[in-house]
């Protein structure tokens, strides 16, 4: 189904989305505008913020982004985690301190699992934060990391999460944060230090 412009500008940051959709597949402007049918002055434009595709464009660009045939790699394993039936997401890094969730596998957008785990649509929820944050001082996002795992509390009355972490870099050079989530209990009395401890691993050795 089409978005109208109003939803579709709304939830795209087209002049990110278009220059990295266009390094991904390791295309000049010039290739990129002929396989959306728009100049490359046009896809310039875009890329710097003047101008917002009309729907057509935006349905093409899209399209590009989203069929097999053309998308990158990275949109593949995007693609993976929007359809897996297990739980995980998708984390950017986004500023010092700032998180934005690129997907979420459909036991996460439909469990009802919000408050735990995403506060919004994209924004990861306040214990996802921390780990994120935490992994962050740690160089997860600067390849220090290998892997990590930690615990996030449950909505659930006696109910956590055993979250693994996974660094992924794409085409780009941009890092994200794969994360895993395990339903698991705990003890009611079990002291809140627990969820803020981690397990790394290092590249070459175990933490």
Known sequence: ????PAETNKIMNWAKTVRTLRLR????QEAFAALIGVSQTYVSRVESGYVTPKQSQADAILKLKDNP???SVFDDFVSTIHHSPYPCCLVETAGPDGFQIVALSPPLRLGGHGPALVHGENQPGLGLCKHLQALQREGFFEGQLSLATARIHCDQRHRSWSVQYTPIRDEIGQWYAHAIFHDC????????ET?????FRR???PD
């Open 1 to 4: 189904m089409s978005l109208s």
């Open 25 to 28: 597949l390791k295309l000049n």
């Open 69 to 71: 045939r053309t998308r």
């Open 185 to 192: 209990a705990h003890q009611e009395d079990e002291p809140a």
């Open 195 to 199: 969820f803020d401890r981690f397990e």
């Open 203 to 205: 590249f070459g050795r």
